[in-house]
């Protein structure tokens, strides 16, 4: 093998392990848990992530929605209010999974989003 | 007159397959619209698989059902990329970068193997592949969630152990496909799904060029004079099953991403005989394939999948009958090729010996007056 080749695979070899690595960080998907449990104004909800299909929150209960990526990713919906939220969040790094309670949630400001174990881990 | 006989004759398995679907469309009562937005959708689900046989034909080796290997690895990379939740593209790339050292792999093993049992490529493929059903099976039941640790619930098996029969690809659904989906009437095309359909064919006509590809050629047509011209045969030909191999792996993750799930155990079988089926229909032979071949035969397989359940369904009046009725025509037509490729094969070899045969006893008689 000469040198010219060697140089070849090494590099071939690293950027195969570069794509897996960025592969893998920026495609994690992590679980975003919506909780509606507050059960004072019971209402149920459509939340929007990132512009997908809206998943329906049921009143008096949480939804988990993944996430691709910890990154900046939006969330609109219709607060019980009848307010339209529509803001953006950035993922916890090092979270495994997170929390937005729907309570929290008022027009104009960022949601909070807390990390949180997932529930299968709990 | 002759002209037309034989077109029949080197045609006639494309033949029986487009009157079969021109008499089912009818009777299946679908409408045009409905036939060819299905069609476009199986369209990019499955072509590239098809692709992964055409090197293998063009050296030699027959259909290589050993394919089935590549889609092994292929799903082994899905299993992972789903078990860590990678979601969308990055999801299928990286089932693509766990699945290719793997494919490469298996076709080495594959090549070597049907290397030492040259002349019967087809029939030890196909048993290779049983092989790796097994081993696959005891990897996926028993090393996986015992060794290799199953980190979520959706893939693990109830009782703790393997990996479900079944798995749900939602994460990776559509990873490829809907990138970018083009809205043309009541058809949504997936554009680079099809890019990626359009780069494969150009690589084939590209190699197919190249010194590689034309050994592979002189070596399916004859491999005592490709040996004699230097030509490494055994190498060329391992050659040929490791790129098959991996087309195979990467097919299979773009046929499993727009399905959106997976027969664990069993999706990778379908694929090998799917393929074949395909191809053979298409008009190629276990000696000669092109990339014509595979976009007719995968356009008249799923006519005939879309349309014979329905049409036998409303001419026996059981929609099981027509299930069955289009897998029965379907593996049937592929037997069929097979035997009449071997009939045409026997046939030349006869009238090449009766030549030889006639020429000789002129030659004797031309000798003998004089």
Known sequence: ?122 | MRNVKSFVADNIVTLIFLTITIIAIPFSGLSGSYIISNLIDRFARSSFLVFALILPIMAGMGINFAMVLGATAGQIGLIFAVDHNIMGTEGLILATLVGIPLSVGLGWFSGQVLNRARGREMVTGFILGYFMDGIYQFFGLYIMGWLIPIRTAQVMQIDGGGVRNTLALESVRGGLDKIVSLKVGPFSIPVVTFAVIAVLCLFIIWFRRTKLGQDMRAIGQEQGISHAAGINVDRTRILAIVISTVLACIGQIIYLQNLGNMFTYTSQRQAGYYAAAAILVGGATVSKASIKNVFIGVFLVHALYITTPLAGKALFKSAMVGQYMSDFINYGIIASALVLHAWKNKRAADLARAGLRMSAEAQAAAGGVA
């Open chain 1, 1 to 122: 093998m000469n040198l010219r080749s060697l140089v070849v695979k090494i590099t071939l070899a690293v950027v195969y392990l570069v794509l897996a690595v960025w592969a893998y960080g920026a495609g994690k998907g992590y679980p975003l848990y919506i909780d509606n449990t507050d059960l004072s104004k019971p209402t149920m909800l459509s939340v929007v992530i990132d512009g997908k299909s809206p998943v329906r929150v049921r009143e008096g209960a949480y939804t988990e929605i993944m996430v691709k990526g910890a990154r900046k990713h939006t969330i609109s919906l219709v607060l019980p209010s009848g307010a339209e939220y529509r803001e953006t969040f950035r993922f916890p790094a090092g979270a495994q999974a997170a929390e937005i309670r729907v309570p929290e949630l008022a027009p104009g400001s960022d949601p909070v989003v807390r990390p949180v174990l997932p529930r299968q881990d709990r």
